[in-house]
């Protein structure tokens, strides 16, 4: 069905600011994809469609309590041969997101924008088999969005505060750790903020709830017109965006419950979150 | 060396409440934990000195990330004989945690109890060795503490809103899933409540943390003489306290943190994790 890193982020987004996608896709795609983006006012005329490619898919499956995902195939097809070429106006583009993929393509990407707040995200592969061009790609970006145990193996720091020290040493000023059902961390060099995952008792296919994540966070913030640095207040409300926005997309398989999405079913989820969230501070009793 | 449930339970709530320990130790516990334990106004009249027995023992190991433990080597020693005894105070007393041990140890000291808010954890090992002896205890007490993976594992359900639901069905109204450095959510038939664990850079030991949480949770709510039902202001408070005495717990061996705390870092810690998990609630901009 249809997925990926830059659709998920795309939808989520798209209920915050304008999207542009950048990506390839084989010419079995068809069109209904591209109308569904459309139908959401996502620009889509940097998708490329390749005559008698094959769209790139992955199929995996869930542990028991869908913490863990487990790939059970990944097929590259045009993605192997994917060179990506942004339009003016994407270059033109106030947000960057790179989604995860190979990331020599995301630095080519990144050459591309004159964007003035760009983020990426990344994965397990790419720690293993890219280190050195990763590196240098988050070196590249203000923000890197990983999952928590992915930023421990890319820092080699089991600490997961010692860990976004050392990921803002590499070069981004916002680390993001998303940790799943448990919510997520952000971590500038003055702040953390941390959120817990709202309980949700539909979990119908957690794929994608990472971008959708990272769509939430950035629509957000590009919507709200931030400018180069968000402030605190900012990236705060940008984290529960982006958690509002994961937790619709785990309700349903692949994008259909984020797809048809109202502005007041987002207004109201986050008011819940933060009911979730709340608690009176008050003085310790003692003890006399 | 020192630990246990009923150590670090105690040492936690004697910050919020009159704390009063049962339990069975053997003649080479000595006098100094004893003395540790007085020295925070804990009553320990109840605590049984078996002549020649020795005291109860554990030791583990912790894996990279510290988010899953190992037990290497359980002595149940004088725990095997174990009949506790309350005194009068003890039977009088408002509050009840029976920490995890053998569930029908929890039952008789539950049946001892005049308490009229019972709380209770418990682990893995009762969940599968004395599964119904637990649940019968577990419809005896009102709150139900247990890590979120034990919490799936007792009802069978992965999905931890309805793995809550399921608890509650068994009688406490309040279930709390305690997620280690992930924080912790409660439950009660209309509520739910999650909070984050505090980013620390300082973790060097966890074991105990969950009963520091326990004493924390219960030692706020006993001190704050919220009777029968807490509300949910004094609930999600409690949380809290419960969270910043798990966080200082975990940042020394075994007992040395917690033991000399001041009640003002207590204060300060509890405005940090205020902090922490604040976002301001604003209206979803939207795209026109």
Chains 1, 2 share one sequence.
């Not at 993001?176 to 060099?189: D, I, N, P, S």
């Amino acid at each position: 069905m249809l997925g990926g890193s830059a659709v998920h982020f795309a939808l989520a987004a798209s209920f915050f600011t304008e999207v542009r996608v950048v990506g390839s896709v084989g010419d079995d795609f068809g069109s209904e994809p591209l109308e569904l983006l459309a139908s959401r006012g996502i620009a889509t005329e940097d998708i490329e469609v390749v005559p008698g490619g094959e769209t790139f898919s992955w199929s995996g499956h869930y542990e028991h309590d869908m913490n863990v995902a487990h790939t059970d195939d990944t097929r590259l097809n045009v993605f192997a041969e994917f060179t990506p070429k942004l339009s003016a106006s994407s270059q033109e583009a106030q947000t960057l997101f790179l989604g995860n993929i190979q990331p020599d393509l995301q630095r080519d990407v990144r050459r591309q924008s004159s964007a003035s707040f760009a983020a990426l995200d990344s994965m397990n592969l790419w720690i293993e088999t890219a280190r050195d061009s990763l590196l240098t790609a988050i070196s590249e970006v203000d923000c890197l969005l990983l999952n928590d145990a992915e930023l421990r193996m890319l820092t080699r720091e089991p600490n997961l505060v010692k860990a976004a020290r050392t990921a803002i040493d590499l070069g981004p000023e916002i680390i993001v750790a998303k940790r799943g059902e448990y919510g997520a961390a952000l971590f500038t060099e003055e702040v953390a903020f941390a959120i817990p995952g709202l309980p949700l008792e539909n979990v119908s296919d957690p794929t994608g709830a990472g971008d959708s994540f990272a769509g939430g966070f950035l629509g957000y913030l590009d919507g709200v017109r931030i400018g180069d640095r968000p402030d605190q207040g900012a990236l705060r409300r940008a984290m529960a965006y982006g958690s509002v926005m994961a937790s619709f997309n785990v309700e349903d398989f692949g994008t259909e419950r984020v797809r048809d999405l109202s502005e007041d079913e987002i207004a109201e989820r986050l008011a819940a979150f933060k009911r979730l969230t709340h608690f009176d501070e008050v003085p310790v009793p003692t003890t006399g």
